[in-house]
């Protein structure tokens, strides 16, 4: 199984970023998908996820209305639109898998982990 992230970069304040999660070698359709960030010398903090047929998805309050989650199980890749960026948005990204065909999404248990992107909001 792998899942490859990918989108990151430099972001201006303001600006935005889409960022991508790949699957392979699962079927992405029985899986929930989240993504988490991590700031240097921060917790991971959950970001947002959504259920396997993209009925539920889940904000966390300082991406609200900024950062919209989605998925394509025709390409098994999930997305991060990321809008209005801010400083604080500035951390490494990862996309994670849980094994649920729930109507809901949740952030744990995860089962699978993909190797994170950077993104950086500077101006």
């Known amino acids: 199984v792998q899942l490859q992230a990918s989108g990151g970069g430099l972001g201006q304040p303001g600006g935005s970023l889409r960022l991508s999660c790949i699957a392979t070698?699962?079927?992405?359709?029985?899986?929930?998908v989240a993504w988490f960030r991590q700031a240097p010398g921060k917790e991971r903090e959950e970001i947002s996820c959504?259920?396997?047929?993209?009925?539920?998805?889940e904000y966390a309050g300082a991406v609200k209305g900024r950062f919209t989650i989605s998925r394509d199980n025709a390409k098994n890749t999930a997305y991060l639109q990321m809008d209005n960026l801010k400083s604080d948005d500035s951390a490494v990204y990862y996309c994670?898998?849980?094994?649920?065909?729930?109507?809901?999404?949740?952030?744990?248990?995860?089962?699978?982990w993909g190797k994170g992107t950077q993104v950086t909001v500077s101006s």
């Open positions: 070698g699962v079927l992405f359709d029985d899986y929930g």
């Open positions: 994670a898998l849980q094994h649920s065909r729930s109507i809901y999404c949740y952030f744990s248990p995860m089962n699978y």
């Open positions: 959504i259920s396997s047929s993209s009925s539920t998805t």
